[in-house]
């Protein structure tokens, strides 16, 4: 067990069994949550406990294995090495209205979407939820930067990690560590209908982000394996249901593939698909992946793609691409660094 993966009540049980006062749990759970690495640092607990803490619970928290800065628009790429030698990345966006953390929710994702390169040696593990908390903890510590914002856009897929994650929002969420209101994260699916429609239910303010990538299954088969499971029909369903569920709009995610996915009959179909339904496209020029013979939209028809949703009165923002000098996209970092060492 990791205390940074409890909640108050729970870190409050656990002092409580270890004959302490009531007021200790919230102590110790500040401490935790400002990303120390030692209880020597918890300088108002005393001497006691801080060692009967250590022998117990040992503090966990990731080395950093790499770190690359973008020269260009400063945002920073962490790879991050677990205790178990497991690696993921991290990365620190600088946006006007905050800075932002894209977090990876697994080692490795099962998904095994065609353009991704997280998904290249399969799933590994789930990551635990303070393993997501260190994440956001240790990214602000190290860069001296605040986080006001985070997406669960890293590597891994948030909804097949779904219990973990739903703690670490609450983790990051609460008045006692981060305080980040759920309104400032964003959490992005392949697809998991099942699961967005469990999400609905918890109606929390978070951004649901749908990597939609197709405007129908023909395309959407071949280049997402999870259409196969839940069909687009099902999920544009699921999304109907849970912006009825929450009243948010639905964030849908697209990366424009040449000759795939990018024409203006495909902007046409989707606009037909997604009558009624509130939503927000942001358009992603795809990342090359050395793997994948899949080449990046020209900005010609990214542009007129956006231009034929616009008029349609479906908002749509190009994603600027940013950290694009230090392989900042989608477990690049990590796999370049197990191919350097041997370990894929
Ligand atoms: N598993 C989740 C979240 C992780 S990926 C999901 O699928 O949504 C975050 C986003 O980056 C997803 O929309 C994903 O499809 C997209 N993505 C992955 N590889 C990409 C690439 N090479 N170029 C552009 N976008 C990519």
């Given at each position: 067990m990791n205390l940074k993966s409890l909640t108050l009540p729970e870190l409050g049980a656990v002092l409580k069994e270890m004959g302490q006062p009531s007021f200790r749990a919230k102590q110790v759970y500040i401490w935790l949550h400002k990303g120390v690495r030692s209880y020597d640092e918890m300088t108002n607990l005393p001497k006691n406990l801080r060692d009967a803490l250590a022998k117990t619970y040992p503090i966990h928290a990731p080395k950093v294995v790499r770190k690359q800065e973008s020269q260009r628009d400063g945002t920073i790429k962490y790879l991050w090495e677990l205790s178990d030698g497991n690696c993921v990345e991290t990365v620190l966006m600088r946006y006007h209205y905050g800075n932002t953390v894209c977090i990876s929710t697994e080692v490795g994702c099962r998904m095994g979407c065609a353009f991704c390169a997280s998904t290249l040696g399969g799933l590994v593990r789930r990551l635990e939820p303070f393993e997501m908390l260190d994440q956001v903890l240790f990214t602000q510590v190290d860069s001296g930067l605040p986080i006001s914002h985070i997406v669960l856009?890293?590597?891994?897929?948030?909804?097949?990690?779904?219990?973990?994650?739903?703690?670490?929002?609450?983790?990051?969420?609460?008045?006692?560590?981060?305080?980040?209101?759920?309104?400032?994260?964003?959490?992005?699916?392949?697809?998991?209908?099942?699961?967005?429609?469990?999400?609905?239910?918890?109606?929390?303010?978070?951004?649901?982000?749908?990597?939609?990538?197709?405007?129908?299954?023909?395309?959407?088969?071949?280049?997402?394996?999870?259409?196969?499971?839940?069909?687009?029909?099902?999920?544009?369903?699921?999304?109907?249901?849970?912006?009825?569920?929450?009243?948010?709009?639905?964030?849908?995610?697209?990366?424009?593939?040449?000759?795939?996915?990018?024409?203006?009959?495909?902007?046409?179909?989707?606009?037909?698909?997604?009558?009624?339904?509130?939503?927000?496209?942001?358009?992603?020029?795809?990342?090359?992946?050395?793997?994948?013979?899949?080449?990046?939209?020209?900005?010609?028809?990214?542009?007129?793609?956006?231009?034929?949703?616009?008029?349609?009165?479906?908002?749509?923002?190009?994603?600027?691409?940013?950290?694009?000098?230090?392989?900042?996209s989608c477990g690049q970092l990590r796999r370049k660094y197990n191919r350097e060492n041997q370990k894929d």
């Open positions: 856009m890293g590597i891994g897929e948030p909804l097949d990690n779904f219990d973990n994650v739903m703690r670490f929002l609450e983790l990051v969420n609460s008045e006692e560590g981060m305080n980040i209101s759920l309104r400032h994260v964003s959490l992005s699916t392949c697809g998991l209908v099942p699961k967005i429609d469990e999400l609905a239910k918890r109606k929390l303010q978070l951004t649901l982000s749908v990597s939609l990538h197709a405007p129908n299954d023909e395309v959407r088969n071949q280049i997402m394996p999870v259409n196969k499971a839940y069909p687009s029909e099902e999920l544009l369903a699921a999304c109907r249901r849970y912006y009825d569920e929450t009243r948010r709009r639905i964030s849908f995610e697209y990366a424009m593939i040449d000759g795939v996915n990018d024409s203006v009959a495909d902007a046409r179909e989707l606009i037909r698909r997604l009558k009624g339904l509130p939503a927000h496209f942001n358009l992603i020029p795809l990342n090359h992946v050395e793997e994948s013979p899949l080449k990046p939209s020209s900005k010609a028809a990214v542009a007129a793609f956006q231009k034929t949703l616009e008029e349609a009165g479906i908002p749509a923002t190009v994603r600027r691409t940013l950290g694009g000098d230090i392989d900042a």
